[in-house]
């Protein structure tokens, strides 16, 4: 691990001045993927900023709904938040161990680095890591690696749980700079990663991420969260689903679907969405959206086992929200 | 590459010594080290000591104070063997710098007894031969004293979820879910 300036500021101002022009500085909160990346030296910061000391915790309710503190840490346990948003909080237990989600932060768990083993290691190139150095995933073992929304470049998932289901909610992140707060939608947060890995998501320099909003939708409260893992307990997706359904009558109004574990952001499977509105929830309509989900999927030999994975963990949400 | 080089001379040095703390920076000029002075209290007693801002929680209380209860298993988070209760909560002590901790409780698996009366959950763990070869038993003990603060009301089958922080090579789980159940039972009815 290189050297670092320590910081702790008191105020969100304080630290968006220990940012400003220090174009080497990172923000630190719970650390637990950031000390990882900087004992391996996958990122060498010259001034480290630990937000901790910044009043950026805790939920706040409104008749909008819920506004969740950047620093609110993954391990909340809040019966109001499971009931608004069940897909949420199944998605945050089954991301980590419980000693990690004691310490990881909501805005921590948005921009946490991939897990692509090519990518933690500094032994190998990697586009997003070094631009330009290559991407030793792509003749390398793609077995965890995406089949939607990849580029030559970078063939990465986005490992996070939380993000997907904050995606299926419509939520929005909340951003504070130097030059004012601005929102974007938790969709927009990631970017796919084209010729430049790099970019990874949509703040620019200096900002921070300070809540994450999540509307009242008709659909919230009818979710759940799915997840194919290597084992039974904590560890990364290999496919996952968010899924939220509002319905009338017995009929599909409103869904959303959104897919983890297979893309460098959180995937909403608009297809499935589309098989889904207008329609009795019965077994055929689950059929045809779990198809659909996989629509524009292009997988290598060592990871096509994911597009039956996605077809597998959408049958099982909607399957269960079905019998709802 | 000489990053590599670095990662496999520091591994091949021991894991005793502190990787954070005593590993010298791959290029010296590009890395003076920076050191803090630190307040900490740990298993009750007020701590002060300089520690080099890079040096994990763990690395601190093992090699700084000498509380080598707490073990250090992989060092990347994925184990459990380095947990430890910070302001009640448990964490993995690996995978945070000491120096975020300036006036934080910490309680290591040394501070859980009271003189020679074992911790309940230490005493459990006894009872039900809750381990084999011990390395990961601190972290499994310590990880159990803050699951039952977490949730006075345990049942049975949450545990292995709420335990799947804490591995152990030995597979002794049946009989670790045996003693933290047994603690639960018996932090419910009152000692």
New interface residues.
């Given amino acids: 691990?290189?050297?670092?300036?320590?910081r702790?500021p008191a105020s969100v101002r304080e630290a968006l001045r220990l940012v400003a022009g220090h174009p080497d500085a990172a923000f630190?909160a719970?650390?637990?993927d950031l000390?990882?990346l900087?004992?391996?030296?996958v990122r060498t910061p010259g001034r480290?900023v630990?937000i901790?000391g910044l009043p950026l915790d805790g939920l706040r309710w409104s008749r909008d709904g819920v506004r969740i503190g950047a620093l609110c840490r993954n391990?909340v346990?809040d019966p109001r938040l499971a009931a608004a948003y069940p897909v949420l909080v199944r998605a945050l237990r089954s991301g980590?161990?419980?000693?990690?989600r004691?310490?990881a932060t909501f805005g921590g768990n948005l921009l946490q680095g991939v897990r692509c083993p090519y990518f933690r290691?500094?032994?190998f190139a990697c586009n997003r890591r070094d631009p330009g150095a290559g991407c030793a995933a792509a003749g390398g073992d793609g077995r965890l690696l995406g089949i939607f929304g990849t580029s030559a470049a970078c063939v990465a998932v986005h490992p996070s749980d939380c993000a997907v289901a904050l995606v299926a909610l419509d939520a929005t992140v909340v951003v504070e700079g130097t030059r004012g707060t601005r929102r974007i939608p938790v969709g927009d947060l990631h970017r796919l990663p084209g010729d430049t890995p790099h970019e990874e998501h949509a703040l620019r320099p200096g900002e921070l991420v300070v809540a994450v909003e999540v509307p009242a939708r008709p659909f919230a409260a009818r979710s759940t969260y799915v997840k194919f893992r290597e084992r039974?307990?904590?560890a990364f997706a290999l496919a996952s689903a968010a899924v939220a359904v509002h319905s009338e009558h017995g009929v599909v109004r409103d869904a959303r679907i959104c897919l983890g574990g297979v893309a460098p952001k959180p995937w909403r499977a608009h297809a499935a969405e589309r098989a889904l509105r207008g329609e009795r929830l019965d077994a055929a309509t689950v059929e045809a959206a779990a198809e659909a989900a996989t629509a524009g999927a292009r997988p290598r030999p060592d990871n096509a086992y994911k597009v039956e994975l996605v077809r597998g963990v959408v049958r099982r949400a909607l399957t269960e929200l079905g019998e709802k | 590459?000489s990053?590599?080089t670095k990662?496999r001379t520091v591994l091949a040095g021991g894991l005793s010594v502190g990787?954070?703390l005593a590993?010298a920076?791959?290029r010296a000029e590009?890395?003076?080290?920076?050191t803090?002075l630190l307040t900490l209290v740990v298993n009750g007693r007020r701590v002060r000591v300089d520690v080099?801002?890079?040096a994990?929680l763990l690395d601190t209380l093992r090699d700084r104070l000498h509380l080598t209860g707490t073990k250090k298993g992989c060092?990347?988070?994925a184990c459990?063997a380095c947990?430890v209760l910070?302001d009640g909560?448990?964490?993995?002590s690996?995978?945070?710098?000491a120096?975020?901790h300036?006036g934080s409780e910490v309680t290591t698996v040394e501070g859980l007894a009271d003189g020679d009366r074992l911790h309940p959950v230490q005493r459990a763990f006894a009872d039900h031969d809750g381990f084999q070869c011990g390395f990961c038993t601190s972290g499994q003990i310590v990880?159990a004293v803050?699951?039952l603060a977490?949730h006075p009301d345990l049942t049975d089958a949450e545990i292995?979820?709420?335990m799947?922080?804490?591995l152990c090579r030995c597979a002794a789980y049946g009989n670790i879910r045996a003693a933290i159940a047994a603690a639960a039972r018996l932090s419910r009815e009152g000692e």
């Fill in positions: 691990m290189d050297t670092f300036d320590y702790r630190v719970g650390g637990t000390v990882t900087l004992r391996d030296r480290l630990d901790n391990a346990d980590a161990s419980p000693q990690i004691n310490r290691l500094p032994e039974a307990s904590y | 590459m990053d590599g990662r990787v954070g590993a920076p791959a590009a890395s003076t080290p920076k803090d080099d801002v890079r994990s060092d990347q988070g459990g947990t910070l909560r448990r964490v993995l690996c995978l945070t710098l120096v975020m300036e990880s803050g699951l977490e292995p979820e709420l799947s922080g804490n």
